[in-house]
């Protein structure tokens, strides 16, 4: 088979070029022409060969993108060899100093660093469902996905106390305050859901009110109490993380 | 910093477009650190590091642009919820694949709300990656650029100018030249044109 013969006109459906009489007659053509189907399907497998070199050129700029920014937050500099010995030597002292001064020298990590490593905003998925009919909760679900936070709050702030979903409301209502950056009215919010009775919130809830009592800081007593005690409690959800924070903290 | 801002219809477009202008979509997504610091936080707080975050972060990307360009993006979430939601899924699939299940995630998923979109993630098998780097590999360097860039909705001019070729209808000719060599190798190998349709 020549495939010449054929190229160009595949080449012109697949582009959309064709005009619609063309496209139709091709298309017939196809049915009864074996040659030309076979070359059109060669056409069509050498194109998902070409996707996978495609994904396979991204994934080389994402991974040249990625070492450009670490050379550019590393300086960059082009060093020759004798100097690069020196300062690895060098280097390789104060590691040494810093590895034994490492208590006294070390900062924690900031409670903005603490919180950004720890807090999970939900996700789409996460708030999916309950047998809820469209209303606030729902709508404000949908906001708080789409990251339209004002509307969030405004949709979970009309749900008002006493109604049987308020606890849910106002959980979810502190994850739109911290998606503003409004922290100390996320903290009352998530308080309400960690002193509540409904166990689905309450654990998610106390968490998440450490989370932005740590990110408000500095942290109290009453909240490292808290935070200690999830640590200790091996039911806890947030048992692991609690302890990585008060170990970094120290 | 990148000047250029986008609107989720207007990156949809530009990915979808091709040329320089996916690339430049691209690397915006690329460049919103917030984002990726948002996929490496959820890996590492999921028994993965900073490297398995990065990677993943990556990854989400391709499939990402796969994708939006496949159609498969229906544009009902915003593009970035929508690009976290991928790395997730992806790092959730591995871990899956490792048996070291049970991830921390302060808020566990739900019931099924139908109406919010949810990525769509073809998984590459490794014999499929095999099959089509092998084909790929019958390419020269050039040709290879040169039908890739073309895949991408590079222009021939853009073609022309990027690769330093001497002008457009030379850019048209090799690309005619090579992509008939592709379809040729495939013919004379119908060994191998079976493996890909039972991968594909």
């Known amino acids: 088979m020549k495939l010449e013969n054929y190229y160009d006109r595949i080449d012109q459906y697949h ?30 497998l050498s194109l998902s060969a070409l996707d996978y070199g495609v994904e396979e050129s991204l994934r080389n700029d994402l991974k040249k993108w990625e070492q450009e920014g670490n050379r550019a937050a590393s300086g960059g500099r082009i060093i020759s060899l004798r100097r690069g010995i020196f300062i690895l030597s060098a280097a390789a002292a104060v590691l040494l100093l810093v590895f034994f001064a490492r208590p006294f020298l070390m900062p924690a990590p900031s409670s903005d660093e603490l919180f950004a490593s720890y807090y999970e905003a939900p996700t789409e998925s996460s708030m999916r469902g309950g047998a809820v009919p469209q209303n606030a909760l729902t709508t404000g679900k949908t906001a708080l996905a789409e990251e339209s936070y004002a509307d969030a709050v405004e949709d979970f702030a009309r749900i008002p106390e006493g109604d049987p979903l308020y606890v849910e409301a106002q959980f979810y209502l502190g994850h739109a305050l911290v998606g503003l950056n409004n922290f100390s009215a996320a903290k009352k919010a998530f308080e309400i859901a960690a002193n509540s009775n409904e166990s689905k919130f309450k654990e998610k809830g106390e968490w998440n009110y450490i989370l932005a009592c740590l990110k408000l800081g500095p942290m109290d007593a009453a909240v ?27 | ?18 040329g320089t202008v996916r690339q430049t979509a691209i690397r915006w997504l690329y460049d919103d650190k917030e984002l990726q610091q948002r996929v490496v936080s959820f890996v590492r707080n999921n028994r993965g590091n900073q490297e398995d975050g ?16 496949e159609d498969k993006f ?56 095999n099959l089509l780097s092998h084909l790929l590999d019958q390419l020269g360097e050039q040709c290879r650029k040169v039908l890739e860039m073309w895949k991408l909705s590079y222009s021939m001019a853009e073609i022309a100018e990027t690769l330093q070729l001497s002008n457009e209808a030379n850019a048209r000719k090799i690309k005619y030249r090579c992509h008939l060599a592709l379809m040729e190798f495939l013919e004379k190998n119908p060994g191998m044109v079976k493996q890909l349709k039972d991968v594909l």
């Open chain 1, 224 to 250: 490292e109490s808290k935070l200690k005690t999830i640590a200790q409690n091996e039911n806890s959800s947030f048992a692991k993380e609690a302890r990585e924070i008060l170990k970094k903290m120290k």
């Open chain 2, 1 to 18: 910093m990148n000047a250029i801002t986008y609107t989720n219809e207007s990156l949809v477009a530009a990915i979808k477009n091709g």
């Open chain 2, 54 to 69: 990065t990677d993943m972060f990556h990854e989400g990307i391709i499939v990402l642009d796969r994708n939006i360009r």
């Open chain 1, 15 to 44: 582009a959309g070029e064709l005009s619609t009489g063309d496209r139709q007659s091709f298309e017939r053509e196809l049915g009864s022409n074996s040659d030309l189907r076979q070359a059109e399907e060669l056409y069509r």
């Open chain 2, 74 to 129: 229906r544009g009902e979430a915003p593009v970035k919820g929508y690009l976290y939601s991928i790395c997730r899924f992806l790092w959730m699939n591995q871990m899956r694949k490792q048996e070291r299940v049970s991830l921390v995630d302060p808020i566990k998923p739900a019931q099924e709300e139908p109406d919010l979109e949810t990525p769509e993630v073809t998984f590459r098998t490794e014999e499929r990656k």
